[in-house]
T-cell receptor
Framework: AQKVTQAQTEISVVEKEDVTLDCVYE???????LFWYKQPPSGELVFLIR??????QNEISGRYSWNFQKSTSSFNFTITASQVVDSAVYFC?????????????FGTGTRLTIIP | DTGVSQDPRHKITKRGQNVTFRCDPI?????LYWYRQTLGQGPEFLTY????????KSRLLSDRFSAERPKGSFSTLEIQRTEQGDSAMYLC???????????FGPGTRLTVL
């Protein structure tokens, strides 16, 4: 069975600091997809990134970067020069593809608070 | 069409009552998902439609829950004989096909008294 673990329940950093959110996953599939979603106080989940299991290249998008390592089953998310608007709950999610439904299995989330 | 919409946004009901939620996906998205999110947890999969066909139901979906997607457009989720344990945020998501990102609606927050 697939599982996503986000061990960090809450993180607080001072504005402009860098912060890394950890995500560890379990799956028996060789083909799968990993996602990060942001849930701001308004509650609506916002898609951030999707990576497939065959692409281990790190990705950078502005202040956001993602480090995917199959050897450690991790897909960590780093925010550089954090801003108050980054305060939200962040979810890592996994989708296995062999059953054809692509349902998402989410972790429990990490609540990130950026202190001005 | 700017996104997935859900109605109502909030619902307060008494235990034992029936409730129905509606989800309107992004136009032309053929896949629609329902998730449930309780406080402090990540969303949990409930059920999924491809067009009008309901292809999978989670064991979380007891026989008091039923979902439909007539004509492959909007979807409804009905909970019969609500219990306090049904209190949660019910999220709907849609996507165009395999392994594309799922776009989520704002959710319906259900409170069962």
């Amino acid at each position: 069975a697939q599982k996503v673990t986000q061990a960090q329940t809450e993180i607080s950093v001072v504005e402009k600091e860098d912060v890394t959110l950890d995500c560890v996953y379990e799956t028996r599939d060789t083909t799968y997809y990993l996602f990060w979603y942001k849930q701001p106080p308004s509650g609506e989940l916002v898609f951030l990134i999707r990576r497939n299991s065959f692409d281990e290249q790190n990705e950078i998008s502005g202040r956001y970067s993602w480090n995917f390592q199959k050897s450690t089953s991790s897909f960590n998310f780093t925010i550089t020069a954090s801003q108050v608007v980054d305060s939200a709950v962040y979810f890592c999610a996994l989708s296995e593809t062999n059953f054809g439904n692509e349902k998402l299995t989410f972790g429990t989330g990490t609540r990130l608070t950026i202190i001005p | 069409d700017t996104g997935v919409s859900q109605d109502p946004r909030h619902k307060i009901t008494k235990r034992g009552q029936n409730v129905t939620f509606r989800c309107d996906p992004i136009s032309e998205h053929n896949r629609l998902y329902w998730y449930r999110q309780t406080l402090g947890q990540g969303p949990e999969f409930l059920t999924y439609f491809q067009n009008e066909a309901q292809l999978e139901k989670s064991r979380l979906l007891s026989d008091r829950f039923s979902a439909e997607r007539p004509k492959g457009s909007f979807s409804t989720l009905e909970i019969q004989r609500t219990e306090q344990g049904d209190s949660a945020m019910y999220l709907c998501a849609s996507t165009m096909g395999e392994v594309y990102e799922q776009f989520f609606g704002p959710g319906t927050r259900l409170t069962v008294l």
